[in-house]
């Protein structure tokens, strides 16, 4: 966990140093905590066999963290689910191919035959392929709390891919049942690290704190009003004795009647908003003094 926070807090400065990525990654492109029940009673993103099998991938590479294995398999293939060319046969338009997408020539520097697999290893076979996952990101340096980002940037060469994953990493250490409309949510808004805040931007180029809410919902086919004070007032409310989960909203203002702010939760007490004129959509803080209340939109 303390290795994830270490990458998100000032996630939007690897912007300075994606030069010196490309001169030290190694590789190619190769494309938590006890569950608790998804909000709603929704399907959570990850099925139980996956949820085991990335657990137990990750465990052959002291120090990598489960979500952040997890993270990739499910945005490069929802967790094998995806119908998308390159999944389950043949390759998609860059080459790639299986559930973690590789592309050839990198998945038989790394292939690994993990238990219940198949020999010789096959990226298509699910567990072939994530425990071939694990392999490569050790290898790249995923296991150390500094290489980490670099290890997560040579599994696909994209500083949005950096921020995706380790958002949704994020999000699954704290709830390993996290539901396919809260990680659409969480993906959307990571994808907009870095993008100026501008009052009352809606996108796609810069946003205001309650425009990026109701574009990430929007993503993920919620509908919410337009501006703070509404958003809040839609609700559902999270009672104050609940634990604030991944994919709430996070309200701040000096009065129920009086919201001026919000932000998404990610985790560990950190939301993804757009904070102010001059900023940029950031990691802040999620708590403190400010705070009006918590929903639960999704």
Not at 16 to 45: C, Q
Request: with cysteine; proline share 9%; net charge negative.
């Amino acid at each position: 966990m303390r290795r994830l926070l270490l990458l998100l807090v000032p996630l939007f400065l690897l912007l300075l140093l994606l030069p010196l990525f490309a001169l030290v990654a190694a590789g190619s492109p190769a494309g938590g905590t006890t569950a608790t029940p998804g909000s709603h009673g929704a399907t959570p993103v990850i099925p139980p066999s996956w949820l085991t099998l990335y657990r137990e991938a990750a465990a052959t590479c002291p120090g990598l963290d489960w979500s952040v294995l997890a993270a990739i398999g499910t945005i490069e293939s929802n967790s094998g689910q995806s119908g998308a060319p390159g999944v389950a046969r043949g390759h998609n338009p860059y080459g790639a191919e299986g559930p973690m997408q590789f592309e050839p020539s990198t998945f038989a520097a790394f292939a690994r035959t993990g238990p219940g697999g198949v020999a010789p290893p096959n990226p298509y076979d699910p567990v072939d392929a994530v425990y071939s996952a694990a392999a490569m990101l050790c290898a790249d340096g995923a296991g150390g709390a500094g290489t980490l980002a670099r290890a997560i940037w040579s599994y696909n060469h994209a500083l949005a891919y950096v921020e995706e994953v380790s958002t949704l990493a994020l999000a699954l250490d704290n709830n390993a049942a996290l539901t396919t409309t809260v990680a659409t949510v969480l993906l959307f808004a990571a994808a907009r690290l870095g993008l100026p805040y501008r009052w009352g931007g809606t996108g796609p180029g810069a946003y205001d704190c309650s425009g990026l809410v109701q574009a990430a919902f929007r993503s993920a086919g919620v509908n919410l009003p337009r501006v703070a004070q509404d958003q809040y007032g839609t609700g559902p409310a999270v009672p104050g004795s609940a634990a604030v989960e991944p994919g709430d909203l996070v309200f701040f203002g000096s009065g129920a009647d009086a919201v001026e702010h919000v932000g998404i939760y990610a985790g560990s007490g950190l939301m993804i908003d757009a904070p102010h004129t001059g900023a940029v959509i950031r990691f802040d803080p999620a708590g403190g003094s400010g705070v009006v209340g918590v929903t639960r939109p999704a």
